[in-house]
């Protein structure tokens, strides 16, 4: 059974910066799809990032430009590099991941809150 694990999120100032981690018990080789999602109070799950199994990457238009999204087969870690962090911002982050290139996602983690003070 496939678990991901986020880690990393936590309360920053605005402008500021924050690194999420999951961690993919197994192997993450055999993921082709890995992505962050967000869902903040009283909205709609919103797309982040994804990141496919040859590395080219996607994000959702309100984060390009400030998010990274990146993985490390051999640490079986996908990241998100968050910068110039705004209000808006402030969500619960979930990992999420498929093995196969269409469909819903296989797997999901318990979430990480993030939360940018004004």
């Known amino acids: 059974q496939v678990q991901l694990v986020e880690s990393g999120g936590g309360l920053v100032q605005a402008g500021g910066s924050l690194r999420l981690s999951c961690a993919v018990s197994?192997?993450?080789?055999?993921?082709?799809?890995m992505g962050w999602y967000r869902q903040a109070p009283g909205k709609q799950r919103e797309f982040v990032a994804r990141i496919i199994s040859d590395g080219s990457s996607n994000y959702g238009d309100s984060v390009k430009g400030r998010f990274t999204i990146s993985r490390d087969n051999a640490l079986n870690t996908v990241y998100l590099q968050m910068n110039s962090l705004k209000p808006e911002d402030t969500a619960v982050y979930y990992c999420?991941?498929?093995?196969?290139?269409?469909?819903?996602?296989?797997?999901w983690g318990q979430g990480t809150q993030v939360t940018v003070s004004s």
């Open positions: 197994g192997s993450i080789s055999s993921m082709y799809f």
């Open positions: 999420a991941g498929r093995r196969r290139a269409f469909g819903p996602n296989d797997y």
